[in-house]
C-alpha cells in the first residue's frame, strides 16, 4: 500500500482565471429588473440606486446610512457618470426603501442567467475547480426575526468564487434546496463536496445526472452507511480491493496540522444502492499546539464517486480540505470583512438583497484579478469609479 506525501499548497498570491475571461455587464441585469415605484416623485434610476449600493459596500461601506454619506462626497464628476443627476444623491431613506422594497426573489431570479454564464464561461476557458456547498444563516437578521435568513451557497475551492446562492427556510430544509442550486451550476466534470447533512442518495444521484462527481462527509444521520465504512478499515485489504493513503502538512497559527487519508474501493458494489459510489474514504486529522504541545485527533469518513484513476488518495486528501474554503473564504470574509453579522438591516427581504449583492461582491473582485476581498475594497475605496466600472459602467448608465 503506497503512501504519497501531498505538499501544503495555498495559492492566494495566484491568480486563477486568465484575462480573457469576460462576465456581461452587471448593469443589464439591474436595468432589465421591474421598477415598482410610481412615476410621481421617482428621481433615481432603479439600476443606478442598486449599482451604487454595491459599490458602496465594495468601498467598504456597510449600511445604507454609510453609503449615502459616502456617496454625497464623492467628486460630481464620479455621480454623474454613475448616472445620478447633478447636484442630487440619495438619501439614506431612499437606499432604504430600496432594500426593504425590492423583491428579493425576483433579484435573485435575474442574477441567476448572469451567475450560469459566469459559470458557463469560465468552463469554456477550461478553467477546473471543485465545488464546495454549504449554508450559512444571516445571524444578524435572524436575532430580530427575518424570515429566510438561511442561505446555500455554492462556492469554488480554487477560484474562492460564489457560484450560486439559494435562501431556505431553515438549516433542515437544504436538502431539498440544493435541487435548485445544482440546477445554477456547470457540473459537468466536477467535484462537489457536501457535508454530513447533505450527504443523501436523492443529492448524490442529482450530481451524478449533471455530470459531476461528489465528496459526501458520512456521519450518524447515516448510521449504516457509517458503521460498513467504519467496519471496512477495521479489516485487513481485501483480494482485489484497491486501498491507497496520503498524508498532509500544514504549520501556521501556532499549531501544525497534519492529515491523512486511507482510500478503499472494497465497498463499491456492496453499496451500489449509492448512485455512482466507487470508494470510501478514512480522513483523519491531527492538530499539535506548538506552544503547549497539545494535541487533538479527529476522524471523519467519507464517500466519492471518483474510481481510483480519477480519485487519488493525494487528489481527494486536497478535495477534503479545500471544502472548509466555503467556511475560511466566502463566510469569514462576508462576516468579518463585510460585517455581514452585525448588519441590523432587515425588514422584508433586506438582509436577502443585501447577501446577493455581498456575494456579487465577491465574485467580482475575483474578476477584477484580487486574492484578497479587504485589499480589494482598500483598492475600490481609494477608487470608487473603479468599483463601477467593475459592473461594466463605462460612460453612464
Not at 459566469?118 to 476557458?125: C, F, G, T
Request: with cysteine.
Amino acid at each position: 500500500m503506497a503512501k504519497t506525501s501531498v505538499p501544503s499548497t495555498d495559492s492566494s498570491d495566484k491568480r486563477v482565471v486568465p484575462d480573457a475571461v469576460r462576465v456581461p455587464p452587471l448593469i443589464e441585469v439591474f436595468a432589465q429588473l421591474p421598477d415598482w415605484r410610481k412615476a410621481r416623485g421617482k428621481v433615481y434610476r432603479l439600476a443606478s440606486l442598486l449599482m451604487l449600493v454595491l459599490a458602496g459596500l465594495m468601498c467598504g461601506k456597510r449600511g445604507p446610512w454609510s453609503i449615502a454619506r459616502w456617496f454625497r462626497k464623492l467628486p460630481f464628476e464620479t455621480r454623474i457618470a454613475a448616472g445620478f443627476p447633478l447636484g442630487r444623491s440619495p438619501a439614506p431613506v431612499t437606499l432604504f426603501r430600496l432594500l426593504w422594497d425590492l423583491d428579493a426573489p425576483t433579484l435573485e431570479a435575474a442574477l441567476r442567467d448572469w451567475i450560469r454564464q459566469v459559470n458557463s464561461r469560465l468552463a469554456a476557458a477550461g478553467i477546473s475547480w471543485r465545488i464546495a456547498i454549504d449554508g450559512k444563516t444571516l445571524r444578524g437578521a435572524a436575532k430580530r426575526g427575518a424570515q429566510a435568513t438561511h442561505l446555500l451557497a455554492a462556492v469554488s475551492h480554487e477560484l474562492r468564487l460564489v457560484l450560486g446562492q439559494v435562501a431556505v427556510d431553515d438549516k433542515t430544509n437544504e436538502i431539498t434546496a440544493i435541487i435548485a442550486l445544482l440546477d445554477l451550476l456547470v457540473l459537468q466534470g466536477r467535484l462537489v463536496t457536501v457535508d454530513a447533512l447533505l450527504t443523501q442518495k436523492t443529492i448524490a444521484q442529482a450530481i451524478r445526472e449533471r455530470g459531476g462527481d461528489y465528496l459526501m462527509v458520512v456521519k450518524e444521520n447515516q448510521p449504516q452507511l457509517l458503521e460498513d465504512i467504519r467496519m471496512c478499515f477495521d479489516d485487513e485489504p481485501l483480494f482485489g480491493e484497491v486501498r491507497g493513503t496520503a498524508r498532509m502538512l500544514n504549520k501556521g497559527h501556532g499549531r501544525l496540522e497534519e492529515r491523512e487519508i486511507v482510500t478503499s474501493s472494497a465497498l463499491r458494489d456492496f453499496l451500489a444502492d449509492w448512485p455512482g459510489l466507487e470508494q470510501v474514504l478514512k480522513i483523519t486529522r491531527t492538530v499539535t499546539h506548538l506552544k503547549t504541545r497539545q494535541t487533538t485527533t479527529e476522524t471523519v469518513y467519507a464517500i466519492t464517486s471518483l474510481p481510483t484513476e480519477h480519485g487519488s488518495p493525494p487528489t481527494l486528501l486536497e478535495a477534503s480540505r479545500g471544502h472548509w474554503t466555503i467556511e475560511n473564504r466566502v463566510h469569514w470574509v462576508r462576516d468579518v470583512t463585510l460585517g455581514e453579522d452585525n448588519c441590523a438591516v432587515h425588514k422584508n427581504g433586506a438582509h436577502q438583497v443585501l447577501a446577493a449583492l455581498r456575494n456579487l461582491l465577491l465574485t467580482l473582485v475575483w474578476l477584477d484579478g484580487y486574492t484578497s476581498a479587504a485589499a480589494a475594497i482598500d483598492e475600490y475605496s481609494a477608487q470608487p469609479l473603479q468599483a463601477f466600472r467593475s459592473m461594466g459602467l463605462t460612460t453612464g448608465l
